[in-house]
């Protein structure tokens, strides 16, 4: 799942204020955002989509969690968009912190997500 080749690096960054100027109680805005996953720890894998995001993990919606406090490999991918080029990716370690079972089902994962790499052209 890693990023590999040549890549170019992007940095994200948050203003600390959400919901039109809201001061967040946590460290770094988070930002509704649908986006790709592919998540792993282990043999076992799973995917799903984001429900929120910032620079310090996400929420991500899936059928397959991981357990409770399991460091996992998270890759987001984002597709075309007005804002967002398609090719642009983020992989990370991080640590699940919550997870949700049920209809709803999904997790919460901590992680550095402040670095965007974007593959070059003919790269997979």
């Not at 890759?75 to 079972?101: C, P």
């Amino acid at each position: 799942m890693a990023v590999s080749g040549n890549t170019q690096q992007f940095i994200l960054g948050g203003s600390g204020l959400a919901d039109g100027g809201t001061l967040e109680r946590r460290h770094a805005a988070r930002y509704r955002l649908r986006a790709a996953v592919d998540f792993h720890w282990g043999a076992s894998e799973g995917a799903g989509w984001t429900r929120d995001i910032s620079v310090n993990g996400a929420y991500v919606a899936c059928p397959i969690v991981p357990p409770l406090e399991k460091t996992i490999d998270i890759e987001i991918r984002f597709s075309r968009t007005s804002n967002v080029y398609s090719g642009l990716r983020m992989h990370s370690k991080g640590l699940v912190v919550r997870v949700d079972k049920g209809l709803n089902s999904g997790f919460a994962v901590t992680a550095k997500l402040n670095r965007l790499a974007r593959r070059s052209p003919g790269k997979t």
